[in-house]
C-alpha cells in the first residue's frame, strides 16, 4: 500500500502543479483581450446551450459517425470519472468502493460498457483519420494543417487509460479486491479476468497494482498533454458554448462600435489590429478549436482554391497569441513598433476571400464565430490602414458619392416601375394611411437589369393580391451591407442612420424587401442605430398571402432546385417559407441540391465579393451552379438579386441559357400564372417569349 500511496501522489501533485500553472497561464492570456461584458446575459438560454451542445453533443451528430464516436467518448469519460474515483480510493484501501452505489452490479456493467464504447470509438476516429489522411487527400482533408501528431498521441493516452483500466479490474476479481463481487454484470472485466486464471493472488495483485499505478500516471500526463495540446477545448470548449451568442452567431455582426467622432479619442483603435484588439471571447475561440475541420469542409472561398481556410485563421491567430502571450501577461515588454495581425499572421488575400457565408460558423461543434474575428480585421485594415482590394475603393466611393454600389444615383432608382401597368406610389413625404407595405427595393432591384425584372415579378404579384404598397424611389440609398462587410463600419453607420432617418420620417412601420442582405440589415442590425421596423422578405409575404388566399399561383409543368441565399437561410432561418411557394404551384417539382438549407453553399457574392475580382482559384459561382445544374432541373431558382446575378452569370458561362433558366421566386409564381396548362410544351412556349436576360 505504501508503494501505492507514495507513487500515486506523487505523480498526481506534479502534473496537477504543471497542468495548474499552465491552464492558468492561458487564462491570463484569455482576458488580455478587450473586455465583453454582453457574453453573460440570458443564463437560461446558456444553460440550455451547456446541456443540449455540450452533454447532448448535438453539432457533433451533423456527422452522424464521427458524431456518435465523440458523443460515446464524451459520455464515457462522464462516466468514467467514477472510475477515477474508484481508482484513486483504491490507492488507499484495495476494497474501496463508492458509498452507496460503489457495490452495486448496475454500476459495474454501466462502466465496463463505456469502456468498451470508448474503445471501439477511439478505433472509429483511427480509422476516419487513416482515411481522410491529408497526405493522401492533400487539401480535400479536412485535418488539412492540423496538428495530427498530437490527435494520435491523444487517442493513445485515452486507449491507455482504458486498457489499463479493464486490465485492472479483471485483476481485482482474481485477487478478489473487485467491489462487484462474483456479479456476472461487469461483462468485459470477467471476460478478461480469464487471462488471470493461471496466475497466483499474489501476482495478480502486483499486475493489479502496477496497472493501477500506470493508470493514474496515464491519466496525470493526459491532463498535462491537453494542457499544452490542442485539445485545449476539451477544457475551454464548455467555456466557449456557454459565452458564446445566443441563439446563433449569425444574422447581425456582433459589435457595432461607437463611431461618432465627438466620443472617440485620438488613441482610439477600430477593428482588430493586434491579437490584443480581439475580444477575450475571440481569444478563448482560439482556444477552443478542435481542428475537426467541419468549418473547412464549409467553406466555399476553400471549395474553390481560395488562401482562407477558417480552421487554420484561428489556429494562426492561436499561434499568435501563444508567441505574444509573454508581452500581454507583463512577462516581456511590448516593442514601439510591432507587426499587425494581417499580413504577417493572416495573409491578406485569406482574410479578403471571406464571403461571411457563415457556413464555418453554422458548422463549428464548439461555436467559434469566425465571420465576426474576420470582419474586425477588415475593420482594421479599412479604417487604420486604408489597405484594401482596389476594386473595391471603386464600390465604396460609389456608395458615398452616390447611394449606390454602381454609381448610377437616386435618379435611376424609379426606372424599373417603367414596365408595369400600375402606379406604384412614391413617398414624398410620409407613407399614406392605406399603404400596408413599404417595399424596400434595394440597390440590385432596382439598378440591375435582371434584378429588375424580379423586382417587377414581385410588384406584379404584391398588385395582384391586392397588396397596397409604395416604395421610396429616390429617397432610398443602400443599406450599407456591402461597406459594413468589406469592414468601412464608418461608412455603413452615415448610410444606416440616414436611411433610420428616412424611414423615421416617412413613418414607415411595415417593411417589406427583395434582398436578403438588406433585409438583415434592416431588421437584424440597424436596431443597434436606433431603427425599430417590421421587416419581411419577400418570399415570406408570398407565402403568407398564398396561405391566407390571396394569392393563388397557377400550374408550371417543370422542375425546379431552389438555392438558399447565405443571408437569408443561413443567416436568417428562413428556409420553409420560398419552398412552400414553390409547392402551391401545381405541376413543379422541386429538387433539392446536396448542399442546401443550412448547408446552403454560397453563390459568391456576399461579404462585398460581389464588387471585387475572383483571381484565385475556381469562381464560387461557377461550384454553385455546377451543383445546380446536376440536378437536372429546368429552373434554377432563388429569392436573392445577388444570387440571381451570380448564378444566371454562371449559367450563361456554362452556356445552358436556352435549356435552364436562373428565375427569382416571384418569377416562377408569374410564370404559373401565364402558364394555365400544365404541359411541358406550353411551358416551353412561355419561355420562348420571355427570355431571361
Excluded at 468498451?116 to 482515411?131: D, E, G
Excluded at 464560387?620 to 445546380?628: G, I, P
Excluded at 441559357?657 to 421566386?665: F, I, Y
Amino acid at each position: 500500500m505504501t508503494v501505492r500511496i507514495v507513487i500515486g501522489m506523487a505523480l498526481t501533485a506534479a502534473s496537477l502543479a504543471i497542468a495548474g500553472r499552465r491552464f492558468l497561464y492561458l487564462f491570463r492570456l484569455v482576458r488580455a483581450g478587450r473586455s465583453d461584458p454582453q457574453r453573460f446575459g440570458g443564463i437560461p438560454g446558456r444553460i440550455w446551450a451547456e446541456l443540449v451542445e455540450v452533454g447532448g453533443q448535438k453539432k457533433l451528430f451533423k456527422r452522424t459517425i464521427p458524431g456518435l464516436a465523440h458523443a460515446l467518448t464524451f459520455w464515457g469519460f462522464t462516466i468514467l470519472l467514477l472510475t477515477i474515483i474508484e481508482t484513486y480510493g483504491e490507492i488507499f484501501d484495495k476494497k474501496f468502493a463508492i458509498p452507496g452505489i460503489g457495490r452495486s452490479p448496475v454500476l459495474g456493467f454501466i462502466e465496463d460498457l463505456f469502456i468498451v464504447a470508448v474503445l471501439v470509438s477511439l478505433a472509429t476516429f483511427a480509422i476516419i483519420r487513416l482515411v481522410s489522411s491529408p497526405a493522401r487527400r492533400q487539401r480535400a482533408s479536412r485535418f488539412y494543417g492540423s496538428h495530427l501528431d498530437a490527435a494520435w498521441v491523444t487517442l493513445m493516452l485515452i486507449a491507455g487509460v482504458m486498457v489499463t483500466l479493464l486490465g485492472l479490474r479483471a485483476a481485482q476479481i482474481r485477487t478478489g479486491d473487485f467491489p462487484y463481487d462474483h456479479s456476472p454484470w461487469p461483462f468485459a472485466s470477467h471476460l478478461l479476468a480469464h487471462l488471470y486464471n493461471a496466475a497466483s493472488p499474489g501476482a495478480a495483485l502486483n499486475v493489479e497494482t502496477t496497472l493501477l499505478l500506470i493508470n493514474v500516471g496515464i491519466i496525470m500526463s493526459f491532463l498535462v498533454f491537453i494542457s499544452y495540446s490542442k485539445h485545449l477545448h476539451i477544457v475551454f470548449a464548455p467555456l466557449n458554448v456557454a459565452t458564446s451568442r445566443r441563439p446563433r452567431a449569425l444574422g447581425p455582426l456582433y459589435s457595432t462600435p461607437d463611431m461618432d467622432m465627438e466620443n472617440i479619442s485620438e488613441d482610439a483603435v477600430f477593428g482588430a489590429g493586434h491579437i490584443e484588439d480581439l475580444s477575450w471571447k475571440q481569444l478563448l475561440d482560439t482556444f477552443t478549436c478542435t481542428e475537426c475541420g467541419r468549418c473547412q469542409d464549409a467553406c466555399p472561398a476553400w471549395n474553390t482554391g481560395k488562401p482562407l481556410n477558417p480552421k487554420l485563421l484561428i489556429m494562426g491567430l492561436r499561434d499568435r497569441l501563444l508567441s505574444d502571450g509573454p508581452m500581454l501577461v507583463g512577462q516581456a515588454e511590448k516593442p514601439s513598433e510591432r507587426p499587425t495581425l494581417v499580413p504577417q499572421t493572416i495573409e491578406s488575400d485569406v482574410l479578403w476571400s471571406c464571403l461571411t457565408c457563415g457556413a464555418c460558423v453554422e458548422q463549428c461543434p464548439v461555436d467559434i464565430e469566425h465571420v465576426d474575428t474576420i470582419v474586425d480585421m477588415r475593420r482594421y485594415e479599412v479604417l487604420m490602414e486604408s489597405r484594401f482590394p482596389t476594386e473595391a475603393g471603386l464600390m465604396l466611393r460609389n456608395l458615398e458619392n452616390q447611394g449606390d454600389p454602381w454609381g448610377l444615383g437616386a435618379a435611376k432608382r424609379t426606372d424599373w416601375t417603367e414596365g408595369l401597368d400600375f402606379e406604384v406610389p412614391v413617398v414624398e413625404s410620409s407613407v399614406p394611411d392605406d399603404i400596408e407595405y413599404l417595399y424596400w427595393v434595394g440597390c440590385a432591384g432596382a439598378l440591375d437589369e435582371r434584378a429588375r425584372k424580379a423586382t417587377q415579378a414581385t410588384a406584379r404579384l404584391l398588385h395582384r393580391a391586392g397588396v397596397r404598397f409604395a416604395i421610396l424611389g429616390p429617397r432610398e440609398s443602400c443599406t450599407g451591407d456591402p461597406a459594413r462587410r468589406l469592414g468601412n463600419e464608418y461608412l455603413y453607420q452615415e448610410l444606416g442612420r440616414a436611411n433610420i432617418s428616412t424611414l423615421n420620417e416617412a413613418g414607415a412601420k411595415k417593411v417589406v424587401a427583395s434582398c436578403p442582405h438588406c433585409f438583415n440589415s434592416l431588421a437584424r442590425e440597424y436596431p443597434d442605430l436606433g431603427g425599430d421596423f417590421e421587416v419581411i422578405h419577400h418570399s415570406q409575404l408570398l407565402s403568407h398571402l398564398v396561405a391566407e388566399g390571396r394569392l393563388a399561383p397557377g400550374s408550371l409543368d417543370t422542375t425546379v432546385t431552389y438555392h438558399d441565399p447565405c443571408y437569408l437561410g443561413r443567416h436568417n432561418r428562413v428556409f420553409d417559407e420560398p419552398r412552400s411557394v414553390l409547392d402551391a404551384i401545381e405541376g413543379v417539382t422541386q429538387i433539392e441540391m446536396r448542399r442546401c438549407r443550412e448547408k446552403s453553399f454560397c453563390c459568391g457574392a456576399g461579404g462585398a465579393r460581389m464588387w471585387m475580382e475572383e483571381t484565385i482559384g475556381k469562381r464560387v459561382n461557377m461550384e454553385r451552379t455546377e451543383e445546380a445544374l446536376g440536378t437536372g432541373a429546368e429552373v434554377v431558382s432563388t429569392a436573392c438579386p445577388y444570387c440571381l446575378i451570380m448564378l444566371d452569370d454562371a449559367v450563361r458561362a456554362h452556356q445552358r441559357e436556352d435549356e435552364v433558366k436562373v428565375l427569382d421566386l416571384s418569377q416562377v409564381v408569374e410564370r404559373s400564372l401565364s402558364s394555365p396548362q400544365p404541359q411541358r410544351q406550353a411551358n416551353s412556349a412561355t419561355a420562348a417569349e420571355e427570355p431571361v436576360r
